[in-house]
């Protein structure tokens, strides 16, 4: 008995039996996961003090120490205040301690010094809001070439604690070559860094040492820490302060505001430390 091809083909279409074509071709099923945005971590409260240590190097081989102190704390709220208080030499007057407050929640940055009476208050800029204004004589700054540094070398420190506070370490170490600056030999700047491991304290540097010959040698030493919400008056300036409000800065154009347009130069840029 003969039996066509065309004819089976018939018979299993009808039977509902699937056959491989040779032009169909294969598909896998490819499942896809969608990572979303991991959650914020929330930034922990605190009060951090430092010890600040400069110390710069003559040539003559004698050395120039100025010490500090400077105190930073940040709210839950996302409030940041600083001060520095430079240590007084003996003979000196009563220390000054200039103040910074930045306060996300009012959208200002707060400047002032104890003891003193005026504080400047400065508007942040708003959300989306241009930050500057495009000046012609700005516009066709010259062109500077890029010094050849050596590579930045790197070398892992491993973990340390500070005042309760467990950080990882970093050693940067740049060399700037024979003869960029004038120079006479290779100019070494070493830079080494802690910044503590834990979610809520994200950049927040619980050690820092910097050796330059361009700036000394900058020792940043953390000698006391609390966990804590600070308290909310450090972040208000003093009652009897005179308030000076002004906008953000480049918020609006020489032309709009009626004064001449801005001929301040902008100074260089330093060379790097690190």
């Given amino acids: 008995m003969r039996v066509s091809f065309g004819m089976v083909i018939v018979c299993a279409a009808a039977a509902g039996l699937a056959l491989p074509v040779a032009s169909q ?3 896998s099923r490819v499942t896809t996961v969608t990572m979303g945005n991991p959650a914020p971590v929330a930034q922990l409260p605190f009060t951090a003090e430092y010890k600040i240590t400069r110390v710069q190097t003559l040539a003559s081989g004698a050395t120039i120490t100025h010490e500090s102190t400077v105190v930073v704390a940040r709210d839950s709220r996302g409030r940041r205040m600083d001060t520095t208080t430079d240590v007084p030499l003996p003979g000196e007057q009563t220390p000054v301690t ?4 930045s306060d996300s929640v009012a959208r200002t940055n707060s400047n002032w010094t104890v003891p003193g009476k005026k504080a400047t208050v400065v508007a942040m800029f708003a959300p989306g809001a241009p930050h500057y204004c495009a000046h012609p ?9 890029a010094i050849p540094y050596a590579k930045p070398t790197t070398e892992d420190l491993g973990t ?5 506070i467990e950080a990882h370490g970093y050693r940067v170490t740049s060399i700037i070559p024979t003869g960029e600056f004038g120079n006479d030999q290779p100019l070494t700047s070493i830079t080494e860094t802690w910044t503590a491991t834990a979610p809520g304290l994200r950049r927040f540097v619980a050690h820092e040492v910097k050796d330059s010959p361009f700036i000394g040698k900058i020792i940043r030493e953390l000698t006391n820490f609390t966990q804590a919400e600070p308290d909310a008056s450090v972040f208000q300036t003093p009652a009897d302060y005179e308030i000076v409000n002004k906008p953000a800065p480049g918020s609006a154009c020489p032309a709009d505001e009626g004064t001449e347009s801005p001929t301040s130069p902008i100074p260089p840029s330093p060379p790097p430390t690190q």
């Fill in 25 to 27: 071709t294969l598909r």
């Fill in 98 to 101: 200039r103040v910074s407050v």
């Fill in 137 to 145: 004589a700005l516009s066709a700054a010259p062109h500077v070439p």
């Fill in 160 to 164: 340390q604690t500070f005042q309760g």
